[in-house]
């Protein structure tokens, strides 16, 4: 069939397989083009692994270091007539690529919440690898049944306290106006929104993989989370999702003490603000993305998942002198560039300014608006969208 884009708001209800492909091609020749990193990881499950970070690091670790890769996901497949999404997509292509390079890789396509997918997932580990050195935890929901109580917990993005006044983008007509939010009516939305996004399920992971003696000695895992300019705080790091990322992040003490007995480490690294099917729900921040890019851009420090990715690997996670570089708190920092004074100084200027009608001069709304469409596998270079797509697409490991 003829696959075009069909948006409704900050979604896209469709997805294009040879636009996927052609990305995690990029994606692979990017990597490879950085050369091997050294000491990296052998044997990686990523959770999240089909789409933003979670296959940019599938990618990193397989070509990056020829690693065997699990990955897990939940994405619906695709059928005869029925188009896949993204993620779907996005791991039909990398297993194929890595199969093609001689690189073990298989998926599991489900709720990575639940007890069965953990158990599907060590089964798998038994079977095929034994152990695994590396977990990438990049799961990203808006909600979660929680395996022991059944609870169904939905996540919300909301200020505490007060409600938010700021400027956000309709980045489709580049619209800018002001947005309210109303904050939190009361403590579930802090509490669900916790549930869903903060540390309990990487704990519970990595408690059922250690239980199971499915980690190799001096096994590594990583989550990721966000900071961001104060501008975006009422609505990201003192709102709800960073309640919950402030989980996330404590939850590191608990499973290091966990790992202790195998010299296992466990990190959180703070990406940088990227255009991601997650990223682009919440209001306010992809007007702030749009700024951003286009001061990273001018200054030649714009990076996009893969590269967040490839430096997160070669010059964090798997150092030569096996160093882990950390800020204050322990945190891994990729954010670091972003986080530059004058790159904020440059956003915060323009943050003042920016209105509908300068919007396509000072910020980088065409790139924020390509890259979303790219997550959909269109507008990619060298793919061509008039000619007919086989859109039944499989992910060969799971058939
Ligand atoms: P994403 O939406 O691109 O990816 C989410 C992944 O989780 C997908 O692979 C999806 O299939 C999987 N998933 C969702 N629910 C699942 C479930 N129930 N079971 C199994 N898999 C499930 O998100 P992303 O932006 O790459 O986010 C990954 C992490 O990075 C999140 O913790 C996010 O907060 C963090 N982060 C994102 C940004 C950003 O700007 N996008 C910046 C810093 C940190
Ligand atoms: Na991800």
Redesign the pocket.
Known sequence: MIIQPRTRGFICLTAHPEGALQTVKNQIEYIKSKGKIANGPKKVLV?????????ASRIAAAFGSDAATIG????KPSSEGKLGTA?WYNSAAFEQEAHKAGLYAKSIN????SDE?KQQTIDLIQKDLGQVDLVVY????PR?THPKTGVAHASVLKPIGAPFTNKTVDFHTGAVTDITIAPVENDDDISNTVAV?GGEDWKFWMEDLKNAGVLADGVKTV????IGPELTFPIYRNGT?GQA?ND?EESVKHINEMLKDLNGKAYVS??????????SAIPVVPLY?SLLFKAMKEKGTHEG?IEQMQRLFAERLYTEDENVPLDENGRIRI?DWEMAEDVQAEVAKNWDKVTTENLSEISDIEGYRRDFFNLFGFEIDGVDYEKDTNEDVKVPSIA
């Open positions: 959770i999240g692994a089909s789409t933003g970070f979670g296959i897990v996901f939940f994405e993620g489900g709720d990575a919440f997918i990049s799961l990203a929901s979660r996004m989550a990721y989370s966000y999702i990322k996330l703070v990406n940088k603000a990227l255009v991601t099917q997650s990223s993305i998942t954010d």
